[in-house]
């Protein structure tokens, strides 16, 4: 009996001892799922680590940022732990529905009941169909399927960003979208994703308008959709395409269709016509389908499309990279080599860029900007290339005298949308080689306004910017360059620099 108890004993434990072991287990498993899920949720991919920790040096090594800069870091970190999962669920959504996400309030509910409806800003206007369409591209005419609310309708737009421009919106193609049945009715392309239409003409040729009016704006349309639409291009320029040849495939799995060469009838499950545009260089998460698409995002796309890997100028070479944007025909460097100089003996490696045959190749010139810790240049196009600076660079703008257009709105307010630090160089009367021509007391020098005044824009422009050249004054120069070099980290003491 004794021995029948002990053997009972035994059984009785080990049956205990298994139980505790199995409990073990589960509580392990759990204990590492949980650990799994923090990191993946909280820390996110490699590259995101980097952009976070990029923004924290940036907000701990100054103590005064930018409510825009902060704005920067806060939407990085939003998109760090919460964009994968909502770009998860793009992914598990219809494109009729991901196509209604493109406009909002009261034309959503006019897409949802009709299948058409127009977003119409200030700047620009697109016309979203997600329903079946009918693309005739020798005419340039969208045929919907009409519906109670629509029949015989009929709207004409040209599909560039912007719309406000009149002498531009004079050369881009219009495109009609009508409910009236196609004399072509039968289709020679069938075609599973939507069609995205819009131009590549106006201002392309000029970096700053080919992202402000193309490239940022079809980022901002088409993102939401991930590749699957397919580019209906009028006005197409072959030399535009070709310089941004990495960029389209990356927003479109297909083809680019030219409808210069094309006169055959294409058919889409849904359309898109014109571009969206928001603001210079730049975009408003508060302004996008899904709310998190922002500045940060673009960059970090542009950064993926060129295989740019500087993503922080707190972890980049020392010493640091100056890139001197100089302009060959106006607005030059009188004074070039004694800036150098100066730039130099400050501890800056210098990089001159006067090509422009080598500043127009983006996937070269990209890497080279990429490596600079600053960029300065007088006003003008070529300081567009900011868009590939290292999070935390400094771009100097020297504003030449007299011409005001654009200046701030251009430049100095997309940069710290950007993650960049923007410093501003005005030039003196004196400094200006419009002085050497008629005299410091010359209405052109000392009541610039009146230019303006006189002969409107085109006079300003003329003078300002096509006439003018810049001799800076190193002594006051100086102290801009010191100022910078105590936002890139390079001078603890700058007031001794």
């Not at 395409?241 to 799995?253: A, D, E, N, T």
């Not at 359309?271 to 408003?284: D, E, M, Q, S, Y």
């Not at 890997?309 to 607005?331: A, D, H």
């Not at 251009?410 to 923007?422: H, I, Q, R, V």
Request: aromatic fraction near 10%; proline fraction near 5%; charge should be positive.
């Amino acid at each position: 009996m004794a021995q029948k108890e002990m053997r009972v004993g035994k059984s009785e434990k080990g049956i205990r001892g298994r139980l505790v072991l199995y409990a073990t287990q589960i509580l392990c498993a759990f204990f590492l799922f949980h650990l799994l899920y923090t990191e993946l949720t909280f820390k996110g991919t490699p590259s995101q680590q980097i952009k976070f920790t990029g923004r924290q040096i940036l907000l701990d090594s100054k103590p005064v940022v930018s409510s825009e800069v902060k704005k920067y870091v806060s939407s990085e970190i939003k998109k760090d732990v919460g964009s994968e999962v909502k770009i998860k669920d793009d992914h598990n959504q219809s494109l009729q529905y991901l196509l209604t996400r493109l406009v909002g309030g009261e034309d959503r509910t006019k897409l949802d009941s009709t299948g058409f409806a127009c977003d119409n800003t200030s700047w620009s206007i697109v016309c979203v169909t997600n329903k079946p369409v009918k693309i005739d591209m020798s005419t340039m005419h969208v045929h919907l399927q009409p519906s109670n609310a629509a029949n015989n309708s009929t709207t004409i737009i040209r599909p560039y960003s912007m719309q406000e421009s009149p002498y531009v919106m004079n050369y881009i193609t219009p495109v009609t979208i009508t409910t009236a049945a196609p004399p072509r009715p039968t289709c020679d392309h069938n075609h599973e994703h939507p069609a995205v239409i819009f131009s590549t003409g106006g201002y392309t040729g000029n970096l700053f308008h080919e992202f402000n009016e193309n490239i940022i704006p079809l980022f901002i349309t088409t993102r939401l959709l991930r590749s699957r639409v397919h580019f209906v291009v009028v006005d197409y320029k072959p030399s535009f395409i070709q310089k941004y040849r990495r960029v389209f495939p990356r927003l479109s799995g297909h083809e680019i269709i030219n409808t210069a060469e094309d006169s055959s009838v294409h058919c889409f499950p849904g359309a898109i016509t014109g571009l969206k545009f928001h603001k210079f260089l730049g975009l408003n998460s508060s302004e996008n389908p899904q709310g998190y698409y922002s500045m940060a995002d673009f960059r970090h796309f542009i950064r993926q499309t060129y295989k740019l890997k500087n993503k922080s100028v707190f972890n980049m070479q020392n010493p640091p990279i100056l890139l001197l944007i100089s302009r060959q025909r106006t607005r030059k460097f009188l004074n070039q080599d004694k800036m150098v100089k100066m730039m130099e003996e400050l501890g800056f490696r210098v990089i001159i860029a006067s090509s422009d045959k080598i500043m127009s190749n983006i996937e070269k010139f990209s890497h080279v900007i990429n490596s600079c810790s600053v960029m300065m240049g007088a006003h003008g196009a070529g300081l567009a290339n900011e868009l590939f600076l290292p999070d935390g660079a400094v771009m100097i703008q020297v504003r030449p005298l007299g011409f005001q257009y654009g200046v701030d709105a251009f430049y100095s307010e997309p940069g710290p949308g950007m993650g960049l630090k923007y410093l501003e160089y005005r030039i003196e009367p004196e400094e200006s080689s419009l002085a050497d021509v008629y005299g410091l007391d010359h209405p052109v020098v000392a009541d610039t306004a009146s230019v303006a005044a006189k002969g409107g824009y085109a006079a300003a422009r003329e003078m300002y910017l096509n006439k003018q050249d810049l001799r800076l004054n190193l002594n006051r120069f100086r102290a801009t360059l010191v100022e910078t070099l105590g936002f890139i980290g390079h001078h603890k003491d700058v007031a001794n620099a």
